[in-house]
Nanobody
Framework: QVQLVESGGGLVQAGGSLRLSCAAS????????MGWYRQAPGKQRDLVAS???????NYADSVKGRFTFSRDNAKKTAYLQMNSLKPEDTAVYYC??????????????WGQGTQVTVSS
């Protein structure tokens, strides 16, 4: 059973920083694409950042220059460093990954989400 567990959310003042983590566990053969999405109340879930297995990243325009997505393949963990946070960054952040389990097929997995609240 593959699981993704996010951590690191919380309450921070505007201009502050947080680092989110996404740890994958279970019988995993490989992890390909990983991404962070966020969903604010009443809004759709949007892609914030993504990273390939080779480390190539892509960011939403709204977070470019402020967020950095990295991954530690040995630890099966991804990180989203969020700097210069703004109130509009407030949302539930979800980690997703394309994982190939041992004796399984490549599938999409999601974490349970972690709340990020930025006060003005």
């Amino acid at each position: 059973q593959v699981q993704l567990v996010e951590s690191g959310g919380g309450l921070v003042q505007a201009g502050g920083s947080l680092r989110l983590s996404c740890a994958a566990s279970g019988s995993i053969s490989s992890i390909n694409f990983m991404g962070w999405y966020r969903q604010a109340p009443g809004k759709q879930r949007d892609l914030v950042a993504s990273i390939t297995s080779g480390g190539s990243t892509n960011y939403a325009d709204s977070v470019k220059g402020r967020f950095t997505f990295s991954r530690d393949n040995a630890k099966k963990t991804a990180y989203l460093q969020m700097n210069s946070l703004k109130p509009e960054d407030t949302a539930v952040y979800y980690c997703t990954a394309k994982v190939r389990p041992i004796n399984g097929f490549l599938s999409d997995y999601w974490g349970q989400g972690t709340q990020v609240t930025v006060s003005s």
